[in-house]
């Protein structure tokens, strides 16, 4: 069973910083394209970003030029690096993986890490 599991989550104040890290595990082939995505309260969960596994990017406009993504392909992990934070940042982040087993090939989603930006 493959499966992602984030870290990193926390309180943070206006500015500053976390770092996000989603380890995947399990019987894996290769892991193809890996994100972040967040949910807020009452919100519907969004992109913030999204790295291939050659390494291309893309990220959602209201974090681009603070966060920046990116992956370990030997150790399975993904991370996501987050400066200048933001009380509308606060949401549950989700780590996803398009993984590729020996039988089949699966979107994986990790149970979240918490993030709060006071003001």
């Known amino acids: 069973q493959v499966q992602l599991v984030e870290s990193g989550g926390g309180l943070v104040q206006a500015g500053g910083s976390l770092r996000l890290s989603c380890a995947a595990s399990?019987?894996?082939?290769?892991?193809?394209?890996m994100g972040w995505y967040r949910q807020a309260p009452g919100k519907q969960r969004e992109l913030v970003a999204a790295i291939t596994s050659g390494g291309s990017t893309n990220y959602a406009d209201s974090v681009k030029g603070r966060f920046t993504i990116s992956r370990d392909n030997a150790k399975k992990m993904v991370y996501l690096q987050m400066n200048s934070l933001k009380p509308d940042d606060t949401a549950l982040y989700y780590c996803?993986?398009?993984?590729?087993?020996?039988?089949?090939?699966?979107?994986?989603w990790g149970q979240g890490t918490l993030v709060t930006v006071s003001s």
């Open positions: 399990g019987i894996i082939f290769s892991i193809n394209d």
């Open positions: 996803n993986a398009g993984v590729k087993t020996l039988a089949k090939y699966l979107e994986v």
